[in-house]
């Protein structure tokens, strides 16, 4: 505000400059353009008039010219000197080709110095007659060839006018004055206009308005008044948004200091708040210098309540640590974005007791940080009893899994050789479900006592399944001490045990397998080492347990080889690898095919084929039986379905699993199949082995008379070969007895089978059931059967089992047999 | 079209002598001059010269007025009137360097004027031709 202010500073002033400026400017330039425009003129002018002369002359310059008369010649040149813009008049005659000049009048020079900056070059510096010099080319002249009045074509002489360049440039000054100043005339005007305009329409409202502005009190609510007739005008607007701005400073004053009022109450609030509080809470700085602190800090601290925080130190209190303390309060301070960070520190009192404080800070931004403190001891020890329970088996106090684990996390190529020794409970389960998981737990920890009895000093003993327990002994690989030691553990575990059930007493008797694998040649680790002794565990288990079992490489191959196979089986359902083959059932009596049992094949692209007697147990162990069965029936059914529909009334049986029954083959399933396909119930028969009826009798029984209430046939399979119980063929509703092709085989020379296979034909016969033989490969085995009366045969002597491609070439070549026989 | 032409042509001239409008100029027979071209008889009468090939100077002979025969031998010869020559003479007239022609008063005078002197020449009726003078240029019709 201080600043001198001049006139020059003023709007009026600096717009007026501009417009004076701008106006000098511009009448410079059209003055410039306003000579060289009246220069031309001029000379044209000149040019007119001497040319309107030369008119006005020229015959009469004619006629003197033709008769060559110099008086009229002279006569007309002073005639025409007359005329102020004329400077010279030369008039030549041409008789008979000589030229001579007539007339010659010329104005005298004017005095040099007002001629100075143009010479004239009259004076007869050069030939007159050429008008021609050297620096005033303008000079306007007019020549005209003057022809006989008589003969048109004959020129007779010249005349010639030169303009006088004085008097055009005279007239031309004079021209050129008298607009310049029409121009500054008028610029004047318009400068007094903009200046008045400005002067009222701009300055004098701004002015007021400033004055105004000046003098307004905006706290008492005043406002600027708009200047007159400039309501719509910019001012007008500038003028309405002072205003509005005033108002909104007025009011965000107002704000504010309701605000600061809001803050010292708050203030006071939080004063209260913070001292207070029932935990500690300190501002400090980053070498932890106290700023402040509570009443709960000094006290959680073990620090004297004096209140002054000058000249104390966080470090005052007994930390344990109290260079992390610093290092928290530093990273909270370098940390980027304001974080909070927190940490437990053991402080340690006068006493020697502890206390776990909790501490977060969070940087305040002023280069100090608040800490919040709390006691957490509680917590503390209550997390090192849970860490402590985490590895531990509460039943039976041995470690865990992870006990285990972390027990032997840390062994590497120089921890010294030990054995994993895994122990399972035989029928452990059987007990539980049976008696009770009380029951169960009295007995795993009586097991476990009878473990612990035998540990040595530097053995590890975990619990680590339902019934499984895990032991680490030290030892080698084909140490007699190993062996010696498993051996009496199994023995005293596999000691009657004396259990308190329900309020009695009763005996239990329990074995016990083990698996036993050494570090580091059956594993490099925990993890594998317990899959080792799983491997051996399961092999000896597969045997009947109560034995233990070295983990061997083969076992682990054949689990590897297994595995793989199963990888293959899955693979081969979804890529079609398995299909049907087909073996024809032939009417013994005719020798006539009346039908075909379907096998199963799998064709694997490496292998070759796989034996259904390996590849369906597998399948069975998957789960993946069902689906197989599924799709075996589906197959037959379509293909029989063909076959029918080829006019050969054929009928098929399908091989039914154990495992599929019922579940996975529901009657209601093999039902709707069958009418999927169009076929009649028996055109399909299922076979089922001796296994099925003996697994579970009721559900086969009832699964069983399901079928056959549909219409379908039920073959027994295989029989002769496992119990071959009569009362199963009385108990089930079945059709067909096929005899096994073990004992159709050694038919002939052994008596035995033969009076056996006798003996089953004629029990068939008489239970009304139909008969029909396996394998048979000779003809005299098929006239035994025949002699027999034994129904049906397959086996082949007839024909192999073929692709169903091939089975009708097959049949036909068996009818074609029997026809000749 | 072109025989047609020539043959007009012909009968024409044949009726040449007989037509009573045919101007020549006459001049002395001593004066030199065999012919004038039209140029030279046009300089001489209208003042531009006033001397013959011959180194005599020439005087030309004019009709007086507004006789018929100066009226056709100045339309003949330059293609102008009667009022045109005169306007051209009042302007040359002031300077006084050249004058025109003397005025005879007939053809009868002129002719005999140029019989009388040899720079002398005049204009007359091929008819009114006789053995005193000359014809050095003939109009033509």
Redo the contacts between chains.
């Keep these: 505000m201080k600043s001198q202010t001049h006139w020059w500073h003023g709007l009026l002033a600096r717009s007026l400059m501009a417009v004076v400026g701008i106006a000098l400017l511009m009448g410079g330039a059209s003055s410039v353009l306003v000579s060289r425009v009246a220069g031309e003129r001029a000379y044209e002018q000149a040019m007119v008039k001497l040319d309107e002369l030369l008119d006005t002359v020229e015959s009469?310059a004619t006629?003197a010219a033709?008769?060559?008369?110099?008086?009229?010649a002279k006569?007309l040149a002073q005639g025409l000197m007359r005329n102020s813009e004329v400077l010279r008049v030369t008039i030549r005659g041409n008789?008979h080709g000589n030229e001579r000049e007539l007339a010659r009048a010329e104005r005298a020079p004017p005095s040099p110095a007002v001629n100075e900056g143009s010479p004239r070059g009259t004076g007869g510096m050069k030939d007159p007659a050429t008008g021609a010099e050297s620096n005033r080319t303008l000079i306007p002249s007019v020549k005209r060839q003057l022809y006989s009045?008589?003969?048109p074509h004959?020129a007779v002489g010249e005349i010639r006018l030169d303009a006088d360049q004085d008097v055009i440039d005279a007239r031309m000054a004079n021209d050129a004055r008298f607009i310049s100043l029409l121009l500054a005339g008028q610029l004047a005007l318009v400068i007094a206009a903009a200046a008045a305009a400005m002067l009222f329409l701009v300055v004098r409202p701004i002015k007021a308005t400033s004055d105004r502005l000046h003098r307004l009190d905006a706290a008492k609510g005043e406002r600027l008044a708009v200047p007159e007739s400039h309501a719509r005008s910019e001012l007008g607007r500038l003028v309405e948004d002072i205003n509005n701005l005033t108002a909104r400073l007025v009011a965000t004053i107002g704000i504010e200091s309701d605000l600061l009022r809001q803050q010292v109450i708050d203030q006071r609030k939080y004063q209260d708040l913070f001292e207070n509080a029932a935990f500690g809470i300190f501002v400090a700085d980053h070498a932890g210098r106290l700023e402040s602190f509570n009443l709960a800090y000094a006290s959680l601290t073990w620090l004297s309540r004096r209140k002054e925080a000058v000249g104390r130190w966080l470090t005052e209190a007994g930390w344990a640590n109290p260079e992390q303390l610093l290092a928290l309060l530093r990273n909270s301070l370098n940390a980027a974005d304001n974080q909070a960070l927190e940490e437990d520190f053991l402080l340690i009192g006068q006493r020697k007791d502890e206390r776990w404080l909790h501490v977060a800070v969070t940087p305040l931004g002023n280069g100090s940080v608040q800490g919040i403190v709390t006691d957490v001891t509680q917590r503390r020890s209550e997390e090192i009893s849970a860490r402590q329970l985490a590895v531990t088996d509460a039943l039976t106090g041995f470690a865990n899994r992870s006990g285990l684990q972390n027990a032997l996390s840390g062994i590497g190529p120089d921890t010294p050789p030990f054995a994993l020794v895994m122990i399972d409970l035989d029928g452990f389960r059987r007990i539980n479900d049976a008696m009770g998981f009380q029951v169960g737990d009295q007995l795993l920890m009586m097991v476990a006592a009878r473990i612990r009895k035998l540990l040595e000093d530097g053995d590890r003993a975990a619990r680590v399944g339902g019934d499984e327990f895990a032991l680490v002994l030290a030892g080698e690989r084909g140490s007699a001490a190993i062996d010696l030691r498993v051996g009496q553990l199994l023995q005293l575990i596999g000691q009657a045990y004396d259990v308190n059930i329900s309020g009695g007493r009763e005996e239990i008797d329990i074995s016990a397998s083990a698996g036993i694998a050494f570090f580091p040649s059956d594993g490099a680790d925990l993890h594998e080492l317990l899959r080792s002794t799983e491997l051996a565990l399961n092999s000896v288990q597969a045997s009947g347990g109560r034995k233990y079992c070295y983990f061997d490489l083969a076992q682990q191959t054949a689990v590897e080889h297994r595995r793989r196979l199963e990888d293959d089986l899955r693979h081969a359902l979804d890529g079609g690898e398995l299909h049907l083959v087909f073996q024809p059932v032939v009417d013994l009596a005719s020798g006539q095919p009346v039908g075909a049992e379907a096998l199963l094949r799998w064709s694997h692209p490496v292998r070759g084929l796989v034996s259904p007697e390996v590849f369906i147990p597998l399948a069975e162990d998957l789960g993946l039986i069902g689906e197989i069965g599924l799709m075996v029936l589906d197959e037959a059914c379509r293909q029989v379905a063909a076959w029918r529909k080829a006019g050969l009334d054929l009928s098929v049986s399908v091989n039914v699993s154990v495992r599929q029954i019922p579940e996975d083959l529901p009657p209601l399933t093999v039902a709707t199949m069958l009418k999927q396909h169009g076929l009649p119930p028996t055109a399909v028969a299922i076979e089922i082995t001796e296994g099925v009826l003996m697994n579970n009798v009721a559900v086969a029984q009832s699964w069983i008379e399901y079928l056959r209430a549909d219409g379908m046939r039920v073959y027994l399979d295989d029989f002769g070969t496992g119990y071959s119980s009569l009362s199963y063929l009385k108990r089930f509703a079945l059709d067909t007895v096929k005899i096994d092709k073990s004992f159709v085989r050694d038919m002939s020379e052994d008596n035995n089978d033969r009076a056996l296979v006798d003996a089953i034909v004629t029990m068939a016969r008489s239970l009304g059931l139909q008969v029909i033989a396996e394998g048979i490969e000779t003809q005299a085995q098929l006239d035994i059967l025949r002699q027999m009366g034994c129904g049906y045969g397959q086996g082949y002597f007839f024909s192999k089992p073929v692709k169903a491609d091939e089975f009708v070439t097959a049949i036909a070549k068996i009818s074609a047999v029997a026809a000749r026989g | 079209m072109t025989l047609r032409y020539i043959l007009l042509s012909l009968f024409l001239m044949l009726l040449a002598p007989h037509a009573a409008a045919d101007l020549v100029v006459v001049a002395n027979p001593k004066s030199g001059i065999e012919r004038l071209s039209q140029d030279e008889v046009i300089n001489i009468y209208l003042g531009r010269y006033r001397r013959l090939a011959s180194g005599i100077t020439a005087e030309p002979v004019d009709l007086p007025g507004d006789a018929e025969q100066k009226l056709r031998f100045y339309r003949r010869l330059v293609g102008k009137t009667l009022a045109e020559i005169n306007a051209y003479w009042a302007r040359l007239v002031f300077s006084g360097r050249t004058r025109p022609p003397q005025i005879a008063e007939n053809a009868e005078a002129a002719l005999d004027f140029v019989a009388a002197r040899p720079g002398a020449l005049a204009y007359v009726e091929r008819t009114q031709v006789d053995k005193r003078v000359r014809i050095v240029f003939e109009l033509g019709e």
Aim: no cysteine; proline share 7%.
């Design positions: 009469t006629i033709f008769v060559g008369d110099e008086q009229l006569e008789e009045p008589f003969t004959e």
